[in-house]
Structure formats: structure tokens, C-alpha cells
């Protein structure tokens, strides 16, 4: 049997990289899908692609109103909501002594898109008797080094909000887990979906194969990480395999936050 046979599922931020390939495995495994993107365009192919189990909503995670219209569009297609992806992000890129009020309030979407994610599927969870929520985080969140100042910090906050949602929606049967990952190549190294958006297919997908070499390098297993690692660790903390998992941050990334080195500083 599937499994994901009978659940619905909302996927942030899903029509390219790790958000796309979970709603590929995830409908494989017998969910009905929506996927939300700023792009009305990439998203309506893909969800035609992957075919009639498969929605399309354009969203804007960084407004509230999309958000909860999202999941509101989730419910009235397919007749409940059991999994939620907090997947859309960003890069930051900032420094310590230069970060601007803009990039802060521009970084901290980040963190509120799951906050209210996880705020407007309480109730439609709460209805089925449970459900849930997966949040997109970082080896950032858990290492210097892997991303900006900004960045890191608001993925550390993604996570441990992950842990306090968990133990507060437990009593509901609603689990809330974060994923971590590390030397994944997406799109999200050469400018996020938006950028990739505007290059060929072409174009991507040589950028893609020397992020790939370069990133290979840098964990322990000498290999990079691709999205079907992240889709198949979102798939076993929605399914059944997961169901006494929850208040977790699981961490993939081929050792690459264990071996990291951290550069050492010059005394003044």
C-alpha cells in the first residue's frame, strides 16, 4: 500500500528544488498534493505534470493572507489538510558590522511564514484528529559557517520553534518536525527559485551539476546531497514510520556539519 494513501498535503514553496520533488514522492505515495509558488506559470506545469492529484495555488509566503488562503484553497479541493511543508525559504546574504534594517525585515519572513503556517493548520488538523507539519531548516541553524549571521540565526529559530510547536500541539496528535539540510544542491545557491525562474533549463541544469562537484567535497560520504534525500526524509516523518516522531530537527547532510571545520580567527 502507499504511504501517504488517503492524506492531503501542502507543500510551501513547490515548484522547484526540494519542494518539487517532495510533491512528486509524496503523490507517488498516494497523497493529493497542493503546491504554492509565486510562479503561476512553473507551478501550473508542474502540477500538471505530476498529474490530477496534483493543485497549483499561487502564494506569497511572505503575506499572511496567502498563507492561510493556501491552506483554506488545501481544504476546500481535496476535504482536509494532514500534512503541512513549511518548505519556501530564501538566502540571506549580510554580514555582522553592514546588516541593514531591510535585510532584517526581509530575513525575518522566513521565520514568520512558518509561525503562521503552523498557526492556520491547527484547526483543520485539529478536525481530522491530527496531523503534520513539517518546517525547512538548515545545518545553519546548527554550525557557523553554513550561512549568513541572519540567516543562521533565524534557521536556529526555525527549529527550535519546531520543538516548542511539538510539545504544544502533541495533546492534538499533531506532529511538528523540522528537516536540516546540508549540501543539498538546489537552485537556492544560485539566487532561489525566483532567479532559477528566469534561467533555461539548460542554464540550470549546468549550474546545477557544478554545485554538484563542488559540494561533493565537502562532507565525509564525498558526494552532494540532492533533493529526492530531503522528499524521502519529509516522507518518512509524514508517514506512518514517523508516528512517534515529533518535536525533531533531523539533520541531512552526509556529516558535513560534523566535519566542518570552523576557520579559525586571528587574535587582534
Keep these: 500500500m502507499a504511504r501517504l494513501e488517503g492524506k492531503v498535503a501542502l507543500i510551501t514553496g513547490g515548484t522547484s528544488g526540494i519542494g518539487a520533488d517532495t510533491a512528486r514522492l509524496f503523490a507517488e505515495e498516494g497523497a493529493k498534493v ?3 509558488g509565486r510562479s503561476e506559470e512553473k507551478g501550473s506545469n508542474l502540477a500538471d505534470a505530476l498529474g490530477e492529484s496534483v493543485l497549483f495555488n ?5 503575506i499572511e493572507k496567502d498563507i492561510s488562503d493556501s491552506i483554506d484553497f488545501t481544504v476546500k479541493s481535496f476535504g482536509q489538510m494532514d500534512i503541512l511543508f513549511n518548505n519556501a525559504g530564501y538566502g540571506t546574504a549580510d554580514n555582522v558590522a553592514e546588516i541593514t534594517k531591510e535585510q532584517i525585515d526581509y530575513g525575518l519572513g522566513l521565520l514568520s511564514s512558518v509561525i503562521l503556517g503552523i498557526k492556520y493548520a491547527v484547526e483543520p488538523m485539529k478536525k481530522i484528529g491530527g496531523g503534520c507539519i513539517i518546517n525547512n531548516s538548515s545545518v545553519a541553524a546548527h554550525v557557523y559557517g553554513q550561512g549568513s549571521p541572519l540567516y543562521s540565526s533565524l534557521k536556529a529559530a526555525v527549529s527550535h520553534y519546531t ?3 511539538g510539545v504544544s500541539l502533541g495533546p492534538f496528535n499533531i506532529r511538528v518536525n523540522a528537516i536540516s539540510p546540508g549540501a543539498i544542491a538546489t537552485p537556492i545557491f544560485w539566487g532561489g527559485s525566483a532567479r532559477a525562474n528566469t534561467l533555461s533549463d ?4 549546468k549550474k546545477l551539476e557544478k554545485l554538484k562537484g563542488n559540494l561533493a567535497k565537502a562532507v565525509p560520504l ?3 546531497g540532492l533533493a529526492e534525500d530531503i522528499s524521502e526524509a519529509a516522507l518518512y516523518l509524514a508517514s506512518e514510520a514517523g508516528r512517534f516522531v515529533t518535536c525533531h530537527d533531523l539533520v541531512v547532510d ?3 556539519s560534523v566535519a566542518y571545520n570552523e576557520p579559525q580567527h586571528k587574535e587582534g
Design 34 to 36: 497542493v503546491i504554492t
Design 254 to 256: 552526509g556529516g558535513r
Design 58 to 62: 499561487k502564494s506569497d509566503v511572505t
Design 202 to 205: 539548460e542554464e540550470n541544469e
Design 222 to 224: 564525498g558526494m552532494t
Design 163 to 165: 520543538r516548542m510547536a
